[in-house]
């Protein structure tokens, strides 16, 4: 029995380093994430362009959330707000009631355009180490995070290349598993699959779903594909465009384990995308 | 593409070799007194610069341009970078620089000439000052050219202010700099030679025009022979530390076309 018991025990540990003190988390009444009545609007007087006008919405810790809207609403906007590269107009975000003011350090980040967020003169492994370095981690921690955030990936045997030697769908698995390495509790994603194929964004899609059982994080995934938000998410918040206002927080009770192939042939699955869809094509 | 490669080294390597032969056979009995035969030239070139003059002129010569052009580098990428990151010093000193870079970099001679005075120090300050200018510019482009999602990148994973100038912003802005390191690089040759023509009585500079004035044509030319090579050989080294430091730039590029 005790055999048995010992890899459990192992997993746990693991898990409880990963999500880095989950004891202290607030009760689960309590969302991790909080955003009330955010808003952002640029410049001021008769130029003032007002992109988010009254945001409200919760994700729970270990929840999966995604956020759909017509692409130009403002999407990308939210996620500065929240990641705390841009200060919101009014409203706060917050993370355990603490209000976000610049970048929480439980966040880690995964943007839209990998092109653009990855180090083009350091390898994949050097990628990774970068945001580590200041952690002061000792080196054998460091190299583990390391290979196992690539191995999660799938990208162990990429590390010494540079990420322009990888393709597209390669080249966002080292930036999420840049974010991983990084072991943050809460995961926002721009959008990340909008530049791959089509069969590089189920795997991703499955990724992404992995990586939320294996490492108990919170995601929060912004995206305009509506089959890819009801795919992955427990709740998908429907925004409303110009200037983007929450329509609908839909619940999405398809069964767990997901999987490409089954859940999307559920007519669950299809009656739910339906409501999404019409939610934003319906004129505003 | 190897093939590619041979050929194109055998036309660039060709091309040069074919006129030094026409030089040589044009100019064999040549009894001009401003054009020597080749073989006059390279006889003085080898009795001049292997190795008679080597130390006192060409060492001292090559001494002044990296000294120079070590200084312009470091100053350049450093007030490149105050200049980008730090707006008041940007407001101090912008207009200023723009004025400064107008001015043909050797007609600053005459002023280190008459400020300094002639020697080493004279020297390696006009070159310094010379070629501080295109480093300085390029820094300031490249640095202002680091997309913004790489800024959002370093904040998000909270890299220190030191991580982001020193792992994030230097080796983005990197390949400019080098751009602005080459043209600073040929500025501060042309500032060397300059300098010792017009103050000096040491130095390649000063050995060629002194030729001239002294109607001793074939020493003349061996000079000008000299500079070109060492022109030559010290691109090459260029190009070689920035093939090592640029590897990432270079490689990316290359796949980008070949795409």
Known sequence: MSIRQAP????????????????????????RLHVAHLAKTYGSGGKARTVIEDLTFTV???EVVCIVGPSGVGKTTLLKCLAGLQPASSGTAAIDGRTISGPPPEMALVFQDYNRSLMPWLTVRKNLVLPLRHLKLPAAELKERCDSALAAVGLSHADNQYPWQLSGGMQQRVAIARALAYRPEILIMDEPFASVDAQTRFDLEDLCLKIRKDFNMTILVVTHDIDEAVYLADRVVVLGSRPARVLRVVEV??????????????PEFARQRTDVLSLIKRPA | MRNLAIRNLVIGTGIPVLLLVAWWFLSANSADPFFPPLETILLRFQELWLFDHFQSDVLLSLGNLFLGFA????????????TALVPPVRWMI??????????????LVPIFISLIGFGTQMRVTSIALAAFFPTMIATVDGIRSVSNDLMDVARVYRLSRKERVLNVLLPAAMPQIFSGLQVSLQVAFIVMIASEMLGS???IGAMTLLAQQSFMAADMWAGI????VIGFLVNILFGLLRGKVLSWYIGSRRLARAA
């Open chain 1, 8 to 31: 459990a025990l192992t997993t746990h540990n693991r898990k409880s380093t990963m999500a880095q003190q989950p004891e202290t988390r607030v009760s689960a009444t309590t969302p």
């Open chain 1, 60 to 62: 729970d810790a270990g």
């Open chain 1, 253 to 266: 009770d398809l069964p767990a384990p997901r999987d490409q192939i089954t859940t999307r042939s559920l």
């Open chain 2, 71 to 82: 200084i312009a580098a470091v100053a350049g990428v450093a007030l490149g970078f105050a």
């Open chain 2, 94 to 107: 912008d207009p200023l620089i723009h004025f400064l870079r107008g001015i043909p970099p050797v007609a």
């Open chain 2, 201 to 203: 009585s040491q130095g």
């Open chain 2, 225 to 228: 022979l000299l500079l070109g």
